[in-house]
C-alpha cells in the first residue's frame, strides 16, 4: 500500500522525530511510504482568518503536490480536516472541486489510517508509564474522531491511561486564536494543565502538534514537569521504559 505523508508545517519545522515515527510505524505496518517535496502549508491560518484567495493558493499547490497518490496521512487531525475543507472552498469551480475532492476523499489522520484503513489495533508498543489523552477539537467535531487513539493506546503494553476531565474542552490554541485573543486562550490552556495535573499522569498524549505545543508551552511557562508526546511517539516505542523514554534528549524532543 502506498501511502504519502503529509508532513504539516509543525512537524518539518520543529517536530521532525514526530514525522520520524510515524514513517516507522507505517513502515512496519508494510506501507510503502514518500514524502511529496511540493507540499507546503495546508493554508488553514489564511482560511480560518478569512483570506479566502491566499487560502486557495496553497490549497492549489497542495492538491497538485498529492495528485496520485493513493492515501494521504497525517500526525494531524487539524490538518487532515483542512483538506476536508477544500471542496467546499473550490465550489464554484468544477475541475478544482473534483480534484480537492478526491484529495479530500483519501485524506486521513495517522490513528483513523491505521485502525479503519489497515484494521490494526496493536502495534506491539510498550510505554509503562501514567498518562492521560488530551482530544483535539478538529479531530473529534470536524473529523468525527473519537475511537481510534483509545483503540491503539489501549493496546500499549504498561500504558495507565487515565481519564482527562473534561477532555472534550479545547486547549485553548485554535491557530490564530490564541494570537488574537490572549487572555482567553491562557485561562482555556491553564484550564486545561489543572486537569491534567489532577490526573497525577506523568505524560500528556495528543495527537495534533498544534494543540500539544500549546499546552507544552504553557507548562515550561510554569515550570511543571509533565511530558508532551504525540501518540506517534508511543506508538514506535518498543524497548525503552517510558519514564526513560519521556525524558531522552532527542533531536527536537519536547523537553
Known amino acids: 500500500m502506498k501511502v504519502s505523508l503529509f508532513v504539516t508545517c509543525l512537524s518539518e519545522m520543529f517536530y521532525p522525530h514526530v514525522a520520524k515515527d510515524m514513517t516507522e510505524v507505517l513502515e512496519r505496518l508494510n506501507c510503502d511510504v514518500e514524502f511529496p517535496k511540493g507540499q507546503i502549508c495546508c493554508g488553514q491560518p489564511a482560511f480560518n482568518s478569512g483570506y479566502l484567495e491566499d487560502a486557495k493558493k496553497a490549497a492549489k499547490q497542495m492538491i497538485t503536490a498529492f495528485d496520485g497518490a493513493e492515501y494521504v496521512v497525517t500526525p494531524s487531525g487539524s490538518c487532515a480536516a483542512m483538506f476536508k475543507e477544500y471542496p467546499s472552498m473550490f465550489a464554484d469551480d468544477a475541475t478544482w472541486k473534483q480534484q480537492a475532492e478526491a484529495l479530500a476523499d483519501k485524506t486521513y489522520e495517522l490513528c483513523q489510517f491505521i485502525v479503519n484503513v489497515l484494521g490494526v489495533e ?15 477539537c478538529h479531530m473529534t467535531r470536524l473529523l468525527g474522531e473519537t475511537e481510534a487513539p483509545f483503540k491503539l493506546l489501549s493496546h500499549v503494553k504498561g500504558l495507565e491511561l487515565v481519564p482527562l476531565k473534561n477532555n472534550y474542552d479545547c486547549c485553548g490554541f485554535g491557530g490564530t486564536f490564541s494570537v488574537k485573543m490572549v487572555p482567553i486562550s491562557e485561562q482555556m490552556v491553564d484550564e486545561k494543565i489543572r486537569h491534567v495535573e489532577e490526573t497525577e499522569a506523568e505524560v500528556l498524549i495528543g495527537a495534533d502538534n498544534g494543540c500539544l505545543m500549546n499546552i507544552q508551552g504553557r507548562i515550561n511557562r510554569q515550570g511543571k514537569r509533565i511530558k508532551v508526546l504525540h501518540i506517534a511517539e508511543i506508538l514506535n516505542h518498543q524497548q525503552k521504559g517510558g519514564a526513560e523514554y519521556a525524558n531522552e534528549n532527542r533531536d527536537g524532543a519536547l523537553l
Not at 502495534?123 to 492521560?132: D, N
Request: glycine content about 6%; charged content about 15%; aromatic content about 14%.
Open 122 to 136: 496493536d502495534l506491539g508498543a510498550s510505554f509503562p508509564a501514567k498518562a492521560t489523552y488530551h482530544t483535539s
